[in-house]
């Protein structure tokens, strides 16, 4: 079946003969017409020896050759070997990046030169490509961007993984029907999210990684909505029509695609909120260049004393990600697609989890044979959804539902932290980091208890044999580790193994009781997966579905069905005559047309249309067989035909006028149907400096330094309101003499929000506030008619996205991406109007943003909100990392956590070319600093603004760091190294 998304056009054509009760097709637009003139019109049903065929534009009814749809398996490659391991284990798409605007740069990676051959490579083994495009893209890169897109679109890939808003316009300008997925990178985690990426034009939407199955359920619920609205009473109509109140049904839209990441590393922060690299080492994730600061250890450090944890002190590091125990569950809720992460991986990774996938997923689709209960795919919509609850979901009891352990071992040797179901069964704090490792281990094989000279004794939890690799883990894997191939696997009496080694091969010793053993190669498991994509000829084979057509005297007609939708038809040259003694049967014809070795198809389904007691040479069937087969492959070889608009003819500027491109052309007209106060008008304007605080004592500081405009973002959002009636009472309701046109108190929603958290919003709403700081699609739902303005979560990297917020979702303005550096800054100011844009000019940038509740993990014994006891009202809490550095732990409402960094930065040198630029609102954002240092700091700034002192005065004074984006960053320095001391 078409994937959602994809756009088929064909043409109208007059039904001639056809019957009321003859099958019909569904084009995408809605038109249908019956199967018969479709078949004669777009091939010809003609005798003769010629073939015909077509590539089949349309949806069909699937029931007749189809099993029931399953999600599909997405497997990443980063290069050639691994699109073939994925293809040959059964993938139905993967996903691949280019050597620009991916998220995983440090890969391989393909090339634009590679397009055409992996996609004809792809289509003809019936398998999906999706280009990442995954990153944010600055103002001087859509002129390149746009090339890239075009290559991409005229290759015939199947879609772009896209984060940035501006890009997903930029694709959409550029062709109307070229897929686009939503990235996970969008931080999608609620209904709003989803509609916000349909606005934007997105097919299919990658949900984030911290969303249960109860959530997506809840989507998947809001998704589906009412089948009918009611409309407000219209009003006469010209020619005397009477106005009505009956309700109108509205056509509700058919439900965006959901995906899903189901195995693999996981990120501790929300994917597009991660700063860390970026902050610490000048690299940032929204780039493709996450430097994995989360697999780092740090030392918890509550009330100024360090915790005692053991040889728990990697905080951060998430065990990996493995959905094979929720399959059911995932299928159940109609998840469309099942990603597996994997980019960085090895081919024998990519294989591996692959197959493991893809055989779990067809069990589901089948009968229970024990019980005869039906698959998961047509159980699906059996559970109800309780929205109410964000607890786990019921647990699978079919035994087809149930992972095999073997399964598991293999998950495990693949690559593995430890294996857990992340955050779909819910929140388990305890359960998610174990923090006692950040790299791969594999299976565990039990603790040593004793040591000798040339072996180890332990008792086995694993299988282990001669060969195998292992390695030691004495709780401190930053350190070098003892390890080998194991030389003998001896069982002794009392139920103990001992455990020996090739001389020299392990320093017996370095290693004590207590050790863990753990199993890192199965050399057996690498030969067999290595076997299941090497070579040419297709070892992952797809149905292909045939029919027989024919009455005595005239043709046999053979018409062949994959599941893409490409038919071909081929008639035989000798007609059919009664059979003296082996007529044709559907068993003969399976045994003739089957013979598909070397293709890429196995039979599936087979249909005859034959009179009885017929019979055709065997030869001429192979004949057919081989024609069909042929025209099949060529059809899906053909690469898709999306629609590429024509590039505008170019238009010169004068070198003094600011660079414009076709994708920035367009912002003139937006630029003019805007208020010009709010867009152009502000260059003779005063600068602003706003300030975000997070306390009431921060707060009372900045009202008592003169501060016109303060935005709030507490943790605790019942405390709005005591701030807005003191912000008010401080001012009188009034704005003091000067004060820019958009003073006043603005308060900041938690960043993320999930189904379930509306109380949270409407506690924001009741403060009665001045503004709104929006953070996510929600807060545009939730805030509209309201003013709001656009935080730097939203990721506005470009003009595109600024306009997109501005115009299409009516905010102030917004606030710089935190990726951008002073350069591409000044590229944005000159590419859109100033006025649209606020600048962080100092802060503490926000690392890790978590739905990992660090507290809650390693201050209590609890699993979430429910149970721990708040030990983050109780406690003040850092993280220290490699070099001492102590980062601020912070919890929102919605108990997600966000690590600071301990060290503020700032982007004062650049000030005076971003004012000459047109920019006038700045920000200063504090942390935990006291009151005195909130009236230190905003005097500093404001004699910065009056022109006072020099902004490399402000930083030295104030010992700050001189950065803005990733300018000037800390990688380069023995510091950073310190930090990311694996980092290339």
């Not at 040593?448 to 008792?459: F, H, K, M, Q």
């Not at 003139?668 to 005063?686: H, P, Q, Y």
């Not at 016109?708 to 003499?737: L, S």
Request: hydrophobic share 40%; glycine share 10%; charged share 25%.
């Amino acid at each position: 079946m078409p994937r959602a998304g994809r756009r088929h056009k064909a043409e109208g054509a007059g039904s001639t003969g056809a019957t009321a009760d003859a099958p019909r097709v569904r084009f995408a637009g809605g038109r249908t017409t019956h199967l018969g003139d479709l078949l004669r019109w777009s091939t010809g049903i003609l005798p003769g020896r010629g073939v015909s065929c077509y590539r089949a534009g349309l949806v069909t009814d699937p029931a007749a050759h189809r099993t029931p749809r399953l999600p599909e398996l997405l497997a990443p490659a980063g290069d050639w070997d691994c699109a073939r391991a994925a293809v040959e284990n059964g993938a139905d798409a993967i996903y691949f990046g280019l050597d620009r605007f991916n998220a995983r740069m440090r890969a391989r990676n393909f090339t634009e030169a590679d397009l055409p051959a992996l996609m004809e490579f792809l289509h003809r083994r019936g398998v999906r490509g999706y280009v990442t495009f995954n990153t944010l893209v600055f103002t001087e890169e859509l002129a390149g961007a746009e090339d890239y897109l075009r290559a991409v679109i005229a290759a015939g890939v199947d879609a772009a993984i896209v984060q940035d808003v501006g890009i997903c316009r930029l694709i959409r300008r550029i062709s109307p029907d070229f897929p686009i997925h939503g990235s996970t990178q969008l931080t999608v985690t609620s209904p709003a999210g989803v509609e916000f990426a349909r606005s934007l034009g997105c097919g299919l939407v990658v949900l984030a990684r911290e969303n249960s199955i109860r959530e997506i359920e809840a989507i998947q619920a809001a998704q589906r909505g009412p089948a009918t609205r009611g409309s407000p009473a219209m009003p006469a109509m010209p020619g005397g029509d009477v106005a009505t109140t009956t309700p109108i049904p509205i056509p509700i839209p058919e439900p965006l695609p959901l995906e899903v990441f189901v195995h693999g590393a996981l990120c501790v922060a929300y994917s597009g909120q991660c700063l860390t690299s970026e902050s610490l080492g000048g690299r940032s994730a929204n780039r493709g260049e996450c430097a994995q600061a989360c697999r780092m250890p740090y030392e918890l450090v509550s009330d100024g004393k360090t915790v005692d944890l053991g040889d728990r002190r990697y905080l951060l590091s998430p065990q990996d990600l493995s959905g094979l125990e929720v399959l059911p569950d995932l299928v159940r809720a109609g998840v469309a697609s099942l990603k597996i992460e994997g980019r960085l991986k090895s081919p024998e990774y990519v294989a591996s989890i692959t197959r493991v996938y893809r055989k779990a997923l067809d069990r589901l689709a089948r009968p229970d044979p024990a019980t005869g209960e039906p698959g998961a795919i047509a159980a699906a919509g059996t559970r109800p959804t309780d929205a109410a609850s964000p607890s786990a979901p019921a647990p699978a009891t079919r035994p087809a539902d149930r992972a095999d352990p073997a399964d598991r071992y293999e998950l495990e040797m693949a690559f593995s932290r430890g294996l857990h179901t992340g955050w779909f069964r819910g929140i388990d704090n305890q359960a998610l980091a174990h923090a006692r490792f950040g790299k791969k281990r594999g299976v565990y094989l039990g603790e040593v208890s004793a040591v000798g000279p040339d072996a180890v004794r332990l008792r086995l939890e694993g299988p282990l044999k001669p060969g195998d690799g292992v390695g030691f883990d004495a709780g401190r894997p930053d350190l070098p580790e003892e390890g080998g191939r194991v030389y003998g696997v001896r069982p002794l009496r009392d139920g103990m193994v001992e455990v020996s080694f090739g001389g020299g091969a392990v320093d017996f010793r370095r290693i004590e009781p207590g050790h863990r053993l753990w199993k890192t190669d199965d050399p057996g498991l690498g030969r067999d997966l290595r076997k299941s994509f090497e070579g040419e000829v297709p070892r992952h084979t797809r149905p292909l579905h045939v029919e027989v057509h024919g009455v005595s005297g005239g043709p046999l007609t053979l018409i062949a069905r994959d599941d893409e939708g490409h038919v071909a038809q081929a008639a035989s040259a000798m007609p059919l005559v009664p059979a003296e003694k082996r007529p044709l049967t559907p068993e003969s014809l399976g045994q003739s047309l089957g013979r598909l070795g070397g293709t890429p198809f196995h039979l599936g389904t087979v249909g005859m249309r034959l009179e009885a007691g017929l019979i055709l040479p065997v030869s001429e069937l192979n004949r057919l067989r081989r024609d069909v087969v042929a025209h099949v492959e060529a059809l899906r070889a053909a690469p898709r035909r999306w629609t590429l608009l024509p590039e505008p003819a170019a238009t010169g500027s004068a070198p003094s006028e600011p660079v414009r491109t076709e994708t920035t052309a367009g912002l003139a007209d937006t630029v003019d149907a805007i208020d010009a106060e709010r867009t152009i008008g502000t260059l003779d304007t005063t600068p602003e400096l706003i300030v975000l605080v997070r306390s009431i004592g921060q707060l009372e500081a900045a009202l008592r330094c003169g501060v016109a405009t303060v935005y709030c973002d507490f943790e605790d959002p019942k405390k709005y309101r005591e701030a807005v009636a003191i912000f008010h009472t401080a001012r009188g309701c009034t704005a003091p003499p000067g004060a820019p046109a958009g003073s006043g108190i603005w308060v900041a929603p938690p960043r993320i929000f999930k189904p379930g958290e509306d109380w949270i919003l409407r506690q924001v709403l009741s403060s009665n506030a001045d503004g709104y700081l929006v953070r996510n699609p929600e807060h545009l739902r939730c805030f509209a008619g309201k003013r709001r303005r656009g935080d730097f979560s939203l990721n506005v990297a470009n003009p595109l996205s600024a306009e997109w917020f501005i115009a299409h979702e009516g905010l102030e303005r917004v606030t710089v991406s935190y990726d951008l550096n002073a350069g591409q800054v000044a590229s944005l100011l000159r590419a859109a109007p100033p006025g649209w844009f606020e600048l962080t000019l100092h802060q503490h940038m926000p690392l890790f943003h978590m739905e990992h509740c660090v507290f809650c993990a390693f201050l209590s014994k609890g699993t979430d909100y429910t149970n721990c006891g708040r030990p983050c009202d109780k406690h003040v809490v850092t993280l220290r990392d490699r070099t001492g550095a102590e980062h601020p732990l912070k919890a929102d409402s919605g108990c997600r956590n966000t690590v600071f960094n301990a060290k503020a930065q700032t982007g004062a040198e650049s000030l005076g070319r971003f004012v000459e630029l047109g920019a006038r609102a700045f920000r200063v954002e504090f942390v935990d600093e006291t009151p005195d240092q909130v009236a230190t700091v905003l005097g500093r700034y404001r004699a910065l603004l009056r022109g006072e002192i020099t902004g490399q005065a402000l930083w030295q004074e104030l010992k700050l760091s001189s950065q803005l984006g990733v300018t000037r960053g800390q990688f380069e320095t023995n510091e950073a190294r310190k930090v990311f001391p694996r980092a290339p």
